[in-house]
């Protein structure tokens, strides 16, 4: 090619497409293309089996432990309101069963709100740092609850919490997908998700230390706030100083190390991230049937999420003491890391069994929810076992949320449909604490019918999402070879300061699932 397809030397470049008889040769800004790009360029050879191992156990070294304790922390201070419930919270700040419910419900809709914004903001900066902010102010509003006399309050802080935990899941799908292969990202979101049951049965013991806490000025609900809230603080300045941004600058990798955890993840076409917004991926994204299909199982799976505030007071109407119910809460916390941890190994051990296997965990749940309804009230034992049966199925939605990230390319389309799937994990869980009527009690036969019926539904949408991406993959393999981005070049400085082009992979050039032909959805 000759110099005059060569760039300039402003920041700021401009797409230039050259044709020639032969072929053609397409200059892309850098803007245009993955952040990874530029550290990859011209990198040739692929990686051996054990240089890959290497590298990802050095990545899971330094990020998989802050992940799994970041996910605990948020987890028990999200259900803090549960475990206050039964610590005195409500005769303490004087609630009605209806007031209650909305503070079960403003979290969501403010984490609703927030959600889109906090996407927007994950791709703009640098994402450790975006979190360990949002990580920190609401490690204030945390302790701030213990302040709150009466329901105005707690009202302003539940909805700074919810506010800034949007930006947790978002930030963890946008990593896992930056450092992981799609088959890693299964097990590595089944890990960091698994972490609720673990933050149940820790929050189940706090409540019961808590409990015995006796002070004439402070009560044991408060004193909960106080302790998740100072946990939660130091939690932001561990992810302040260690949590990486991206592998293209993670602070534990050599300048080699970067490049080649960016070479092992070629396989995902997914890049690493692009700061630029695209507004042609907004739309796309928007048009794509399956980012509603994830959306409408994401709303109907969170409906049952209610019982996350309303596990203990149903318990405690089985029979149970308060002690009793709190120590009782361990278990769930048990179950759901059981289901998490075999439902995610199923789905890696197996090539394209997500939605099968997230489908078969759906099962329990609906039995669980038979039992509630039918078994006779003084049957306190088998009610217990069928609430217990109803925190199986939790390992669909695990697996859809990774399942989300590995079906996804472009990172304007992936934060987009994070925000829209994650926007409907907050309409689930804000409408459904208003299903517990007092009205409906001790039974509470209309909330559970609701809650039945989306445990039938989910998993036939889980089916129906495989099938469908089957069917385009198919598609996709009886087309032609498809060579519109193979040609594609970006400008590189050598080390001795001179430049060169050289030429990008389409697995970096920050295109969407749609754009990219070769792109094959897993199922």
Known sequence: MSAENSFSDTDEKKVQVNVDIDNVHVAVAD????T????????????????????RKKIDWHILPLMCILYWIQFMDKTTLG?????????????????????????????????????????????????SINIFVWGLSLCL?????????????????????????????????MFYTRK?????????????????????????????????????????????????????????????DSPTNAWFLTSEERAKAVKRIQENQTGVENKHFKIEQFYEALRDPKTW???????????????????????????F????????????????????????????????????????????????????????????????????LTGVGTTGFVLSLAWLSAVTSGHTKRITVNAIMLIAYCIGNASAPFMWQAK??????????????????CPVLLLYIRWLLARENRKRDAEPADDKYDDVYIEVVLPDGTRTERRVDKEFLDLTDVQNRDFRYVL
């Open 31 to 34: 803007r245009d293309v993955d």
């Open 36 to 55: 990874a790009a530029q550290l990859v360029a011209g990198i040739e050879g692929e990686l051996t089996a054990e240089e890959s191992n290497r590298i």
């Open 83 to 131: 475990s206050a419930a039964i610590l005195g919270i409500r005769e303490a700040t004087h609630l009605t069963n209806n007031q209650y419910n909305w503070l079960g419900t403003i979290f969501y809709l403010s984490y609703l709100a927030f959600e889109y914004p906090q996407n927007l903001a994950l791709q703009r900066f640098p994402v450790g740092k975006w979190m």
């Open 145 to 177: 609850h213990a302040a709150c006399k009466n329901f105005g309050g707690l009202f302003a802080v539940r909805f700074i919490l919810g506010m800034c935990e949007g930006s947790i899941t978002a930030g963890f799908m946008i990593v896992s997908s």
């Open 184 to 244: 890693e990202q299964t097990l590595r979101v089944g890990y960091w998700f698994l972490m609720n049951g673990t933050a149940q049965i820790i929050s189940g013991f706090l409540s019961f230390g808590t409990l015995h806490i006796k002070t004439s000025k402070f009560e044991p609900w408060q004193w909960l706030m106080i302790i998740t809230g100072i946990l939660t603080l130091i939690t932001a300045v561990l992810y302040w100083f260690l949590f990486p």
């Open 293 to 319: 299909l994830f959306a409408l199982f994401s709303a109907l799976d969170n409906v049952p999420n209610s019982l996350t505030n309303q596990r203990q007071i149903i318990v405690s109407s089985f029979g």
């Open 321 to 388: 003491t308060n002690l009793q119910t709190t120590l009782l809460g361990c278990v769930d916390g048990f179950i759901e890391v059981v289901t998490i941890y075999t439902g995610v190994q199923l789905a890696a051990r197996f090539p394209n069994s997500r939605a099968y296997v997230g489908a078969v965990y759906f099962i329990p749940n609906i039995l669980g929810v038979f039992l509630i309804n039918f078994l006779p009230w003084d049957n306190k034992i088998g009610l217990l076992f069928g609430q217990w």
């Open 440 to 457: 409906y009690k001790p039974r509470n036969h209309v909330p559970w019918l609701i809650i039945g019926i989306c445990y039938v539904v």
